[in-house]
């Protein structure tokens, strides 16, 4: 079945870098996501790998997938305050587009 | 190229009333997806619709429908509304093909059910 789960909150320092983990429990999954979304506001996409690779950097993000134990992290470099909102993790699966199952999300609070 | 807009961005209702939510998906987008996000429930999805046709259907009740147009835009309604209706009621579009699946999201329209 289709499930992803976070950690719910993660605290750092101005400057440190962030790791945000997510756990999907479906293998066939195709696109994972990570989203953010900052109060009052909608999601705002950051970055998405597939399902057949393993890393991809943006800027001061990077995405790590590993497939054997279903596991991704979204690792923010130099993290700064206004990094600070809640990041969600989705999947969507090939054969399923249009729908997405989120994760309930991680609080990123970044103290100067 | 314009993102996904969503009206209205705040109302009031009062329970039992209905209300209809609009979203216009980025231009050439031809999947919209709906999203309801509450504190308790996170983010649960609600239906997608493609070529005017529903393709995907959470588990929501009946009171909650949708439709698609011909242009994609869409519009979802809430019949009966209920306290704990209220919720960021989020629309989101795609190329809706597996291949180029990005989605990308609306500010939302927050509803308050009094």
């Known amino acids: 079945g289709e499930d992803v789960e976070q950690s719910l909150f993660l605290s750092v320092r101005e400057g440190d870098s962030s790791v945000i983990n997510c756990t999907y429990t479906?293998?066939?999954?195709?696109?994972l996501y990570w989203y953010k979304q900052e109060p009052g506001a909608g999601l705002q996409l950051l970055t998405y790998?597939?399902?057949?690779?393993d890393m991809k950097q943006d800027q001061r993000l990077t995405v790590l997938l590993n497939k054997k134990d279903k596991h991704l992290s979204l690792r923010i470099a130099d993290t700064q305050t206004g990094d600070s909102a809640i990041y969600f993790c989705?999947?969507?699966?090939?054969?399923?587009?249009?729908?997405?199952?989120f994760g309930d999300g991680t609080t990123l609070t970044v103290k100067p | 190229k314009a993102g996904v807009t969503q009206t209205p961005r705040y109302l009031i209702k009062t329970r039992g009333q209905q209300v209809t939510l609009s979203c216009s998906p980025i231009?050439?987008?031809?999947?919209v997806s709906w999203y309801q996000q509450t504190p308790g429930q996170g983010l649960q999805f609600l239906f997608e619709?493609?070529?005017?046709?529903?393709?995907n259907k959470g588990n929501f009740p009946g009171r909650f429908s949708g439709r698609q147009f011909s242009n994609s835009r869409s519009e979802m309604n809430v019949s009966t509304l209920e306290l704990g209706d209220s919720a960021l009621y989020l629309c989101?579009?795609?190329?809706?093909?597996?291949?180029?699946?990005?989605?990308?999201f609306g500010e939302g329209s927050w509803l308050t059910v009094v």
């Open positions: 989101a579009s795609s190329l809706g093909q597996p291949s180029g699946n990005t989605i990308y």
């Open positions: 479906d293998s066939s999954s195709t696109y």
């Open positions: 790998i597939f399902s057949n690779m």
């Open positions: 989705a999947e969507t699966f090939n054969t399923n587009a249009g729908k997405s199952t």
């Open positions: 231009s050439g987008h031809r999947s």
């Open positions: 619709y493609f070529s005017e046709t529903q393709r």
